[in-house]
């Protein structure tokens, strides 16, 4: 995967390429990462990127020509990339974008300051607009390392054990289960016995049911959006049995 970022600000890379797994990756030939100063496009003399709103108004605009020269530019490197806009306008990143956006051999990254970039450069030029929340930054800058650093872990051979990436919290819809290191005892407090037991069925059972309660009490939006498989079923049927056996309890009578 090759990443090209359009930026005013490369500089702001440099710790972002430089640590953990995205320098390994990069180091290991997994992505290249580059950036591209937009500046380098003005082609007036004091290289401007931004200017007056029409209409009116206090904020800055960027300036068509020298992003579009920027992406020209970018596409010309990588013929087959997607190109990516980040805004909070556009669709809202979430897991399954990052899948898609690892499918690509390359993706160039346009990153906006100011109030935004002038509305005619989005439509020929670009083929995904991204926004990472919906909140406003003073730049797409963080948004891009997101975007990269999201799509990089799910590279095969970017993260060091075999298919890290399959057990991630989303990977199956469903929130990480809980981990614990040593010591066996922390605080008072007890590593659950199955996981010492060195038993995989059961490990994977509690695993999953770990799973499924830290959904339930911390996502229950991501459950109700699931398809839930048989094993599951059968333990959130559990604990409903276990749920009912309480309120079925006549509570006066105590
Ligand atoms: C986002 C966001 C963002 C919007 C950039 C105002 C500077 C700023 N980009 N997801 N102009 N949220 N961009 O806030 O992607």
Not at 22 to 28: G, H, N
Not at 169 to 180: D, Q
Not at 206 to 235: A, G, H, V, Y
Request: aromatic share 8%; glycine share 8%; net charge negative.
């Amino acid at each position: 995967m090759d990443f090209v970022v359009l930026t005013i600000f490369p500089d702001m890379f440099d710790p972002f390429w430089n640590h953990g797994i995205i320098r390994r990756a990069i180091e290991q030939k997994k992505i290249s990462a580059s950036t591209i100063n937009i500046r380098d496009y003005a082609r007036d003399r004091h290289q401007v990127t931004d200017d007056k709103t029409y209409g009116g108004g206090s904020g800055m605009v960027m300036k068509p020509e020298p992003l579009a020269g920027a992406i020209r530019a970018a596409t010309q490197k990588l013929p087959t990339a997607g190109s990516v806009l980040l805004t909070p306008q556009g669709k809202p990143f979430h897991q399954n974008m990052a899948r898609e956006l690892a499918s690509f051999d390359g993706l160039v990254l346009i990153c906006g300051r100011y109030e935004g970039v002038d509305e005619r450069i989005c439509h020929d030029l670009i083929d995904y607009e991204i926004s990472i929340g919906d909140y406003v930054l003073t730049g797409g800058e963080l948004a891009a390392m997101i975007i990269i650093d999201a799509v990089t872990r799910l590279i095969p051979g970017a993260l060091g054990g075999e298919n890290a990436a399959e057990n991630d919290s989303f990977s199956n819809g469903l929130l990480e289960h809980a981990h614990y290191t040593r010591p066996q005892r922390y605080e008072g407090q007890e590593v659950p016995e199955v996981l010492l037991s060195g038993h995989h069925q059961e490990i994977e059972r509690w695993r999953l049911e770990s799973s499924l309660m830290r959904t339930l009490l911390k996502r229950p939006d991501l459950l109700q959006q699931k398809r839930l498989n048989q094993q599951e079923i059968i333990i959130l049927d559990k604990w409903r049995n276990e749920i009912d056996k309480v309120l079925k309890f006549d509570h006066k009578k105590r």
